[in-house]
């Protein structure tokens, strides 16, 4: 099965950093995802990393380590509209797909 | 753009009615999920499907079944619902297992 351990909050300043650490204990792997989800709504995909390293997208950027079981998404520049939950998921081969309980990021003036 | 679709955003449905969601994507992918998200207990896998009349169970299926007669559609039951069945009901759908999930909107689940 899986176990994926996440913060449960975060606040952060606007214009500021903010790091979201992830880690896993799985019995197989097969690629790591961080979606957002805003209050009432549906999680939106953001990145995927199955290869250890960082991959970067605009503001957002995603950083893997298999050997260490450890992701992060990072978030830069923050901006008010960032506030929402963040959730990592991995995914167990060949198919599940299983989610944290997700870190709800709030971004204040 | 991938649209996956749920019939109902909101539902309330009596302690042991049978309750069906239903949830349809128009973009020919394989793979089907339903979950159940609950405050401090993220996005749990109830049922996933991974091609039409396969299914398999995810991390709590007790108290569930699913059914996928065709591609487009996959179908979580609540065969006797219960009160601790009230959750927010999420359906996703990958192109394939290297792939991202895309999410319907959810139901929102009131067993009274």
């Known amino acids: 099965g899986q176990n994926i351990d996440q913060p449960t909050e975060m606040t952060a300043t606007e214009g500021a950093i903010v790091q979201i650490n992830c880690t896993y204990q799985?019995?197989?792997?097969?690629?790591l995802f961080w979606y957002q989800q805003h209050a009432g709504e549906a999680p939106t995909f953001l990145s995927y990393?199955?290869?250890?390293g960082l991959e970067e997208k605009g503001r957002f950027s995603s950083f893997l380590s298999r050997s260490k079981g450890y992701s992060y998404l990072l978030l830069k520049e923050l901006q008010m509209k960032d506030s929402a939950s963040y959730l990592c998921?991995?995914?167990?081969?060949?198919?599940?797909?299983?989610f944290g309980a997700g870190t709800t990021v709030t971004v204040r003036a | 753009d991938v649209k996956v679709t749920q019939s109902s955003r909101y539902l309330v449905k009596r302690t042991g009615e049978k309750v069906f969601l239903e949830c349809v994507q128009d973009?020919?992918?394989?793979?089907m999920f339903w979950y159940r998200q609950d405050p401090g207990l993220g996005l749990r896998l109830i049922y996933f499907?991974?091609?039409?009349?396969?299914?398999e169970k995810g991390d709590i299926p007790e108290g569930y079944s699913v059914s996928r007669e065709k591609k487009e559609r996959f179908s979580l039951i609540l065969e006797s619902a219960s009160t601790n069945q009230t959750s927010m009901y999420l359906c996703?759908?990958?192109?394939?297992?290297?792939?991202?999930?895309?999410f319907g909107q959810g139901t929102r689940l009131t067993v009274v």
């Open positions: 996703a759908s990958t192109i394939s297992r290297e792939t991202e999930a895309f």
């Open positions: 799985t019995s197989g792997f097969n690629g």
């Open positions: 990393n199955v290869l250890d």
């Open positions: 998921a991995v995914r167990d081969p060949p198919y599940k797909l299983s």
């Open positions: 973009m020919d992918h394989e793979n």
């Open positions: 499907s991974y091609d039409v009349k396969m299914k």
